[in-house]
């Protein structure tokens, strides 16, 4: 007997600028058929009122559950709460190291220790630059314990003309790597050969 996982995804928004990756993000899963369970750190509400007109509450409509971010009792913190994996956009250098560490002081930290533990795909779309050795090597412990490190960079090859293609096609690439389609990601078919 097998038991299908549910169309269940975490999204935690920390404090890094690029909040508006991760409203997009439940913009676009509240229009399909994914039950989002999202967790805002405090400083994710402080970063998107300076950076966007959305105030924390906006957000969360758009979620299908929240949880509050010192929950750490809530189903998300459980590995038996079955879900497709979490993403956290945008990821902070502070949540990174808490996940990289496994202190799990936070709900954010402590749902993406479960998914790590539970072998379920994690995404951190991390939102740092310049980087330091100590980033650097942190990053890597990620990757070694099973996250997937998706720094949100644009891409240019499908000639996005506003800041929202830019947006839009970070976001469906980020879905991508839990296997969603979302319509957005103009797929690239090759170029023209050089001289």
């Not at 497709?84 to 749902?111: D, N």
Request: net charge positive; aromatic share 4%; with cysteine.
């Amino acid at each position: 007997m097998t038991t299908k996982t549910p169309r269940r995804l975490v999204i935690g928004i920390s404090g890094a600028s690029g909040t508006i990756y991760g409203i997009r993000m439940l913009e676009l899963l509240k229009k399909m058929d994914i039950e989002t369970h999202l967790v805002m750190s405090k400083s994710a509400e402080m970063t998107l009122v300076y950076e966007t007109d959305y105030k924390p509450k906006d957000i969360k409509t758009l979620a299908s559950v929240v949880h509050p971010a010192a929950d750490i009792g809530a189903s998300i913190s459980s590995g038996s709460f079955a879900t497709m994996g979490m993403i956290v956009v945008p990821c902070s250098i502070r949540t990174m190291s808490e996940i990289a560490t496994g202190v799990t002081s936070s709900l954010m930290s402590r749902a993406a220790d479960v998914v790590l533990k539970e072998k379920r795909r994690l995404v951190l779309a991390v939102r740092e630059t310049p980087l330091h050795g100590g980033h650097l090597r942190t990053l890597t412990t990620l990757a070694d314990i099973g996250a997937i490190i998706a720094p949100i960079v644009p891409a240019f090859y499908n000639k996005p003309k506003t800041v929202d293609d830019i947006i839009n096609h970070t976001v469906g690439r980020l879905l991508d790597l839990l296997g969603i389609e979302t319509k957005l990601v103009k797929r690239w078919q090759g170029g023209p050969a050089e001289d």
